[in-house]
């Protein structure tokens, strides 16, 4: 699944190629992902817009459109964006395509078929429901260690079911909270507030530095995630990985548990 890192990603190159190109046409192939509207609903609105900005809040795309509107878009498990030139062949599961005036084509591309799209009217994005539950952005000045103790604190849950919970840390999925939990040398099963002020600060550390060793690699190469050029990421995981036999510190099998249905890993020697 795309977490925080390959959202980012996509985010970024979007940001880069899409500002000031405007809808030609839309195609809908699949109508099944579009969540507010029907599916010539979602054609006639989005014909004629010209693309402003992009921004991600945790794992939402939101690209917005210049005349107010806001087309917000959660990827789930294999959901993709690609701008390409408007000869280039269609790839199986994409959903539907916007044909720009200037020749390429923005598309969106899920072959698990769990992916959101919203094109909401102007004013809606701040009321937007999904958005409001957010917690802090790990990648923000906000996001403290004074926030991160907040955050754990007087919650018997385990450390890595808090930090996948989107409403306390937005954006951090099942990879990252892995990468960032050994990086802070903290078992996955431990409860929540039984962290100590270093460990705390260290999990804070850990986060942060993985993102955005990620973000810098482009997000982590895996079948379904490719970046708005086709690109893979280059991220390659300390432990989170099937082929990760052995810890890279201390050289001790990886242990691979299942923790609230998820494939969880971690190092029994180096993380208490």
Known sequence: MPELPEVETICRGLQESLPGRRVKHVEVSWGGCLKNLAADQFQSRLEGCVFGGVRRRGKYLL?????????????????GFSLCPAEEPLRLHTHWWAELEDGHQ??????????????????????????????????????????????????NRRVKEVLLDQSKVAGIGNIYADEALYLAKVQPTRPADSLRPAEIKRLRRGIRLVLENSIRSQGRSFSDYCQVNGR??????????????????CSCAIEKIRLGGRGTYYCPRCQR
Do not use: N
């Open 106 to 155: 923005l598309r969106f591309r899920d072959p698990r078929k769990f992916g959101l799209i919203y094109l909401l009217a102007p004013g809606q994005i701040e009321s937007f429901p999904p958005l409001g539950k957010l917690g802090p952005e790990p990648l923000s000045a906000s996001f403290t260690v004074s926030c991160l103790t907040s955050l754990l604190a007087g919650s």
């Open 232 to 249: 893979q990421g280059d991220y390659a995981p300390l432990v989170h990985d099937a082929d990760s036999a052995y810890c890279p510190s």
């Open 63 to 79: 690209l917005q459109l210049e005349d107010g509107q806001t087309l917000v878009a959660h990827l789930r498990m294999t959901g």
